[in-house]
Every structure is written in C-alpha cells, then in structure tokens.
C-alpha cells in the first residue's frame, strides 16, 4: 500500500491519499511523502519507474554493512535504520525502516507500523509545514521515532525503578527488619522482569544507534547542501537530533548497568535463602546425629554389653540422646549460627 502525502501550492495545508490503483496516477509537484507499507512489486516497480530510481528490497533492507544501510546513488540519497516496533508488549521486535530522499521528496519503505508513523501522519494532517518538503519531512519523522524512543526508557527507567525497591524491600525482608511476605515465586518473578527489561533496553539502544547513523548521514544529502533554502535550521534541526540520540544512547548505558547491578543482586538473594535452606538440613543432620550414634551402639545387643540386663539402662539411653541432642542445638545458637 502507497500513501502519498500531498500539499496545497500554498504548503499551508495537506493530507494523505491512499492509492487503491497505480492507474491514473502520475507524480507532481505538490507530493512530498511516499509512505510504502508492505508495497507489492508492481508498487515498487511503479514508483521507480515514476521517480526513476532503484528501491532496497526487504532482503537488501537488512544487510548490516554501513554501506549497504547508508548510501547515495543516482542523486538519490539512501538511508535505513532498525527501529523499535511492539515496545509495550512482552516481545517487542526491531523492524528495518528505508527512507530515501530523492527530488527533494522523501520515500519511506516499512513492512511493520511503528507508532511513531502513525503519530507524525497524524501530526502532519494537522500541521502542513512540517511536511513543506522532503527534508523538513524526515527531520520530522525522525524526531518523532527519537520522542517516542524517550517516552519507552522513561517508562523503562519506572520499571526498573520499582524493581529495584522490590529487590531492596526483600532483602530487609531476609534480615528481618520488616515482616515477611513470603511469596512463592517472588525472586523469580524479579527476574523475568529484569530480563524483560534488559532485552527492551538492548533493543532500544540498537534502535537509536541505527538512528544516530542516519542522522549523522543526513548532511551528505544534497538537500541539506548549504546551498538550499533554511539550511541553517535544517542544520540546527540536525544538531539537536545528533545530541537527542546521544543523550538517550547514554541513558540506555546506565540502564544496562542498573539492570546488570538489580540481576546480580537477585541472584545474589536466591544463593543466600537456598544456602539458609541448606544450612537448616546442616544443622538438623549434626543434632540428630550424636543421638542416632547413641541409639545405634545400644542397638547392637551384644552380650557383654552390661546395660542391656540394667533395670535403668533403657531411660539412661534417652536420656544420653537428648543431651546428646539438645548439647549442639545449644551451643549452635550461643553462636549465632541459627
């Protein structure tokens, strides 16, 4: 499917068309964005034939070779990004995004629906100017991917957060300084949300090193040549975008330190209640094993054995097993072991 984002000879105002049939079309003047979602080949062969350009397949969107994401060819400039896709479900997914700049129009090729596209059309339908070319259009719908970026390591960021009150909460737990809520699968649970955490922050930052790689291309497209009309707002335009990535780059650093740190300590508590576990089975074997040895030398009935025919021998072997029994309980807890 083609949508064409069309503006009035005044670029005050615009709207988008979708095209239901390639016939009876033809490109003019006033068309600024070509948003392909899923294009068929007869969509892709129409619009390169239209625009006289050579469109990435879904195979070539996915090469990771900076040359093959990040290049200018027949006065067309080509650019591809990975960009965070399902962020706010249980599995979110990267999906490659090609944005050409060809003609002072921008070309996009997606086989997925990124929030920020559906934002930015809507914002655009609102808001001509925003779309006055194809340059203003890309900076524009790159600085919706980047907001929309910031809005999941926010949410991402309160994740964590709560995780790591959790994790401490259940450590004051161990030491007793509040009550224990003892919940089944608690630990665990923390876990799996580390986890899902850490795969959306590694996700997220490979999303906007893909974009900071476009961005930092952008001044190699003959439209932002200083020649053009506001090259220096679309230069500023740029900076900002160069310096919103990085700072969010930097945010999904400290985050993976942070989840790194919350996974550790995780761990960390499940090994200290498995060893207080292990250590209660300890100490249970060493109390009940002087009453056993007990137990087991006047169990061997032998005939020399001169308590066995003592009217006092039986009691006097209880006896002998409690003390025997109670003697290491004591002198474990004098020293703290329980």
Not at 52 to 57: F, H, R
Not at 156 to 175: F, G, P, Y
Not at 205 to 217: A, K, P, T
Not at 268 to 289: H, Y
Request: aromatic share 8%; with cysteine.
């Amino acid at each position: 499917m083609i949508r064409i984002y069309r503006t009035d000879d005044s670029r005050q105002s615009g709207q988008f068309v979708t095209m239901d049939s390639l016939e009876g079309w033809d490109i003019d003047d006033n068309m600024v964005w070509f948003d392909l979602d899923h294009p068929s080949p007869l969509e892709d062969a129409w619009l390169e034939d239209k625009l006289g350009i050579e469109l990435p397949t879904r195979e070539d969107m996915k090469d990771i070779e900076p040359s093959s994401r990040l290049y200018r060819e027949n006065g067309a400039t080509y650019m591809t990004a990975n960009l965070l896709w399902k962020a706010d479900s249980d599995l979110p997914e990267t999906t490659h995004v090609a944005f050409i700049l060809v003609q002072g129009k921008l070309v996009t090729i997606r086989y997925a629906e990124p929030k920020p596209f559906t934002a930015f059309q809507l914002y655009a339908a609102r808001n001509a100017t925003v779309c006055s070319s194809g340059a203003t259009t890309l900076l524009g719908l790159l600085e919706a991917i980047i907001d929309r970026t910031a809005e999941i390591l926010e949410k991402t960021s309160a994740e964590v957060e709560h995780i790591s009150q959790k994790i401490a909460a259940r450590r004051l737990q161990s030491t007793g300084k509040v009550k224990k809520d003892r919940t089944k699968d608690e630990l665990e649970h923390h876990l799996a949300a580390i986890v899902a955490c850490q795969n959306l922050s590694a996700k997220t930052r490979d999303s906007l090193m893909s974009v900071g790689r476009v961005v930092g291309f952008l001044p190699l497209a003959k439209e932002f040549d200083k020649t053009c009309e506001g090259f220096a707002d679309l230069r500023e335009n740029i900076v900002t975008l160069e310096h919103d990535v990085q700072g969010l780059i930097d945010h999904t650093t400290y985050l993976n330190g942070t989840l790194n740190f919350l996974l550790d300590a995780a761990l960390g508590l499940i090994n200290i209640e498995q060893n207080a576990i292990i250590k209660i089975f300890s100490i249970a074997a060493v109390v009940f094993l002087p009453p056993t040895l007990v137990a087991s030398i006047y169990g061997m009935n032998f005939e020399g054995m001169p308590e066995l025919g003592w009217q006092f021998g039986y009691p006097m072997a209880l006896v002998m097993m409690v003390v025997a029994g109670v003697g290491p309980y004591l002198f474990f807890k004098r020293r703290g072991w329980l």
